[in-house]
């Protein structure tokens, strides 16, 4: 550990001030690579550039962050979140996850991590992503192009992709509609890449049977916001990767890129600039 001025190499830990971490890049332009702290490098659009290295931690969470998608598309189709609500007993509702047809959004870690996860369900998934390229457990990949056909008659469809300026806005009610009527919707990416509005007239009117969000637009999430009163929402506050999950997972990322850039080795979770992931 030196001083920023004697620094090759910045572990940025503060994601909430990216114009701290660009004033100390500006000071001191010997820092050739920097290590950001989350998969989603957002906030630092205005400060990426192609004169050094940036590493985020794409990859890190995609464990803990897929089994909370898993929690919550079973919560949503098993009827727990009405349950949940009730106040009395109930007739019975749910839809089987074993065997459905389910389509993920998106082909980094947390989709890796989730298609293990799917395995014993035996569910029918199709996989959306940039690449046509094979993943294990998909039994399809397929690029943006065919999203919507990918959507159709889909019971579970999960987001767990970059946001981009592609992609913000991609969920609105023309794709709700082609999921199957009893669908859920599982968002575990960022809350842009839903429109909010459509979401909550399609939940209004039973077009999809409900949504389960770890993310929101906006976020945080009104208290009187429409989506907090719907009895086919489940709302968890982006914690789909808590503080706790988080830091053991960050600190070994760190530590092997530390020991890659010593040993003049490729790091891991490289940004790619010009996607902007």
Not at 169 to 198: C, F, K, P, Q, Y
Not at 245 to 254: C, I, K, T
Request: net charge negative; aromatic share 4%.
């Amino acid at each position: 550990m030196v001083e920023a001025a004697e620094a090759e190499a910045l572990v940025w830990a503060a994601p909430a001030d990216p114009r701290g971490l660009s004033r100390i890049l500006q000071a001191h332009p010997g820092i050739c690579w920097v290590q950001l702290p989350w998969a989603g490098v957002e906030p630092y659009l205005g400060v990426l550039d192609d004169a050094r290295v940036w590493t985020s931690g794409k990859g890190v969470y995609s464990e803990p962050v897929a089994e909370h998608a898993l929690t919550l598309l079973l919560a949503g189709l098993r009827g727990v979140g009405r349950y949940a609500r009730a106040g009395q007993w109930s007739g019975p509702t749910g839809t089987n996850l074993l065997g459905a047809p389910v389509t993920i959004v998106g082909g980094g870690g947390i989709t890796a991590s989730l298609l293990r996860l799917l395995g014993p369900f035996g569910a029918d998934v199709t996989v959306v992503r940039r690449r046509a390229a094979p993943m294990a457990g998909a039994h399809a990949v397929v690029t943006p192009d065919q999203l919507d056909a990918a959507l159709d008659g889909a019971v579970g469809v999960v987001l767990a992709v970059a946001l981009t300026p592609a992609t913000r806005g991609m969920i609105g009610a023309g794709r709700l509609a082609r999921m199957a009527g009893e669908g859920w919707l599982v968002n575990v990416a960022r809350g842009e890449h839903v429109i909010t509005s459509d979401l909550v007239d399609a939940l209004r009117a039973d077009v999809i049977a409900g949504a389960a969000l770890d993310v929101t637009d906006p976020e945080p999430l009104p208290r009187h916001h429409a989506l907090w009163s719907l009895p086919n929402c489940i709302i968890t506050p982006h914690v789909g990767n808590t503080p706790a999950m988080a830091m053991p997972l960050l600190s070994a990322r760190v530590a092997d890129n530390v020991r890659r850039h010593g040993a003049g080795e490729a790091l891991v979770g490289v940004v790619d600039i010009g996607s902007g992931y």
